[in-house]
T-cell receptor, first 115, second 113 residues
Framework: KQEVTQIPAALSVPEGENLVLNCSFT??????LQWFRQDPGKGLTSLLL?????REQTSGRLNASLDKSSGRSTLYIAASQPGDSATYLC??????????????FGAGTRLFVKA | DGGITQSPKYLFRKEGQNVTLSCEQN?????MYWYRQDPGQGLRLIYY???????QKGDIAEGYSVSREKKESFPLTVTSAQKNPTAFYLC????????????FGPGTRLTVL
């Protein structure tokens, strides 16, 4: 059974730091991996989606990498800003679904960027 | 302006009452999902639908029901059989093409009084 783990659960950094959020998954047979951002009391906003055949995706100050063989993905945030403070969730869509397009989510990393 | 809408934003339920959460999308997506989010936990799948008039139970379907009569709409009913319904409910949709990227609505916070 696919499980997704995100470490650390919470992270506090000063403004301007580059930082890395980690996501690990137990089964390398994945279709894609998606990173989301969630602000308190809000829905999820899609940040980056990496297909299983890709190694990384970039959007602005964000870069996500994927290493299927080791079951890991990282989200790199460059030059962090207070506006980056949010919870970041990783989600994996398994390659073989038992009956639909089911996605497995990690519990998230809560990021706080201090001004 | 494409997207997913959920209503209401806040909902209060008395014990023994059924309540229905609305989810509408204009992204022309075939697949729609309902998730439940509890503090400190990841999202858990309640129900999903890949096509109109078809839906499947997720991991925590007990005490919930859904319908999919239109492509744009996927309402969730929280029944009195759901013993601990206080949570944040999120609706999502996805295309069934190559990307299968999920998009989420703003959520409904349900509180049992």
């Amino acid at each position: 059974k696919q499980e997704v783990t995100q470490i650390p659960a919470a992270l506090s950094v000063p403004e301007g730091e580059n930082l890395v959020l980690n996501c690990s998954f137990t089964d390398s047979a994945i279709y894609n991996l998606q990173w989301f951002r969630q602000d308190p009391g809000k829905g999820l906003t899609s940040l980056l989606l990496i297909q299983s055949s890709q190694r990384e995706q970039t959007s602005g100050r964000l870069n996500a990498s994927l290493d299927k063989s080791s079951g890991r993905s990282t989200l790199y945030i460059a030059a962090s800003q207070p506006g980056d403070s949010a919870t970041y969730l990783c989600a994996v869509r398994p390659l073989f679904n038992t009956g639909g397009f089911k996605t497995i989510f990690g519990a998230g990393t809560r990021l706080f960027v201090k001004a | 302006d494409g997207g997913i809408t959920q209503s209401p934003k806040y909902l209060f339920r008395k014990e023994g009452q059924n309540v229905t959460l609305s989810c509408e999308q204009n992204l022309n997506h075939d697949a729609m999902y309902w998730y439940r989010q509890d503090p400190g936990q990841g999202l858990r799948l309640i129900y999903y639908s890949q096509i109109v008039n078809d839906f499947q139970k997720g991991d925590i379907a007990e005490g919930y029901s859904v319908s999919r009569e239109k492509k744009e709409s996927f309402p969730l009913t929280v029944t009195s059989a759901q013993k601990n319904p206080t949570a944040f409910y999120l609706c999502a949709s996805a295309g069934t093409g190559l990307l299968n990227e999920q998009f989420f609505g703003p959520g409904t916070r349900l509180t049992v009084l």
